[in-house]
């Protein structure tokens, strides 16, 4: 296995990383990523480890042989370690990887005033990790994008200190953050954030409703998936008739266009469906989303915002239709789910309808463009209500819903 050659494969999809080193761990290889930092404050990224996952090694995996995929990662924080003559020491890389012992995170001298220690609370109530003030709010910390919505109302309630993704992708550990906060303040309090009141600001888009486009989908799609695909559908009659979040595991592109052609007229012309504009906004399927009743995002952009959108269609009493893996299985293997959907269903105290799709990942592999006419099922479960659970709770819910229906009643191949 050429190590080297699979180093420089996946560099080329990407100019977010400063240094690689790829190493062969548990007889696959494994990338051990130093990410070019300066460029992702260019760009104003904020979701490191996505946009290395998906945007390097996934793609390098897609066109890469069994043997020779990425089955695993680790990001450092700090430059990999080298040897005496420069070179990348592998085999301290290794030595790391195989350690059963996690290092302590030695303690640091830390801001003593009212504005750290408010701040360092309020961060221990978002990760289980120790917080010290070199911590990186995303790959030490573990904050994904829902925490820094949270984190930025946090420090505008609490300080009066107003932060977008432009400021916060240059404020990814906690001594920038608070030296910022330090800089900018106009007041030291603690206000905790509550969903309800985030999820009820007024905005100014519009829902777009486009009914008649919507039913023309169903008709053409749903014989000809029914043919091609020999599309089975189970468990219709767990479809609720009142709003409700409809949470889908996530194998194909064909996947969104499937649950389209199934959900009977009357859900569909009241269900919006979220999708990332990298992908629904691009020329060729721009035309579709703009008429599908489409809830387009970008999630480094806004986040605020965007959750703000991502909600209105549940404000106005529809359902709404998310992925809540948040990108397309590359193995068949379940993702783990993303927690946004389960906060949405205890918010607005509806429930969520766990679909899978089984069939899709065969039919449409990711890379390739046009379908194979391989069979697809896809099984609407029993709905899950919000009831006392926490969102964790909820999210774990549905996914082990899911794969239980995965593994108890696979699709024949």
Request: proline share 6%.
């Amino acid at each position: 296995m050429d190590l080297e050659k699979i180093k420089n494969r996946v560099l080329s999809f990407t100019r977010y990383i400063k240094d690689i080193a790829i190493v062969e761990y548990n007889h696959y290889p494994f990338a051990v990523v130093y990410p070019d930092f300066e460029a992702l404050r260019e760009a104003k990224i904020i979701n490191i480890e996505e946009e290395i996952k998906w945007y390097a090694i996934e793609l390098y995996n897609m066109e890469a042989k069994e043997q020779e995929k990425v089955k695993g990662y680790k990001i450092f924080t700090a430059p990999l370690p080298r040897g005496a003559a420069g070179e990348v020491d592998l085999a301290a890389i290794k030595e790391l990887l195989n350690s059963k012992n996690v290092p302590e995170i030695s303690d640091e001298d830390e801001p003593n005033d009212e504005i750290y220690t408010t701040l360092k609370s309020y961060i221990s109530t978002i990760t289980k990790s120790k917080i010290v003030p070199s911590s990186h709010l995303e790959l030490d910390l573990g904050l994904d994008s829902l925490n820094y919505v949270e984190l930025f109302v946090f420090v505008e309630l609490s300080f009066g200190v107003k932060i977008d993704e432009a400021v916060f992708s240059r404020l990814m550990n906690v001594k920038s953050l608070y030296e910022y906060i330090l800089k900018n303040r106009v007041q030291v309090d603690s206000i905790m954030p509550n969903w309800e009141e985030i999820l009820e600001e007024k905005i100014d888009e519009k829902l777009v409703y486009s009914p008649i486009i919507m039913s023309i989908y169903k008709t053409v799609l749903y014989p000809l998936f029914r043919l091609y695909f020999r599309l089975e559908v189970v468990g219709e009659q767990n479809i609720p008739s009142y709003p409700c979040i409809i949470a889908p595991s996530h194998q194909s592109m064909l996947d969104g266009f499937l649950i389209e052609s199934i959900l009977p007229y009357k859900v569909l012309k009241k269900s919006f469906f979220l999708a990332y504009k990298q992908v629904f906004g691009t020329t060729l399927l721009e035309p579709i989303s703009k008429h599908g009743q489409t809830i387009l995002i970008d999630a480094n952009v806004d986040l605020k915002h965007t959750m703000q959108y991502c909600a209105l269609p549940l404000r106005e009493g529809n359902n709404l239709v998310l992925f809540p893996e948040g990108a397309r299985t590359r193995d068949r293997k379940l993702l783990e789910f993303r927690p946004f959907f389960a906060m949405l269903s205890k918010t607005f105290n509806i429930p969520i309808l766990p679909v899978v799709i089984d069939g899709s990942y065969e039919a449409l592999v990711s890379g390739k463009i046009f379908p194979k006419p391989k069979k697809i099922r896809v099984t609407f479960l029993k709905p899950i209500f919000p009831n006392d659970f926490e969102s964790s709770e909820l999210a774990k819910m549905t996914r082990d819903a899911i794969e239980s229906e995965l593994n108890r009643n696979p699709i024949s191949l």
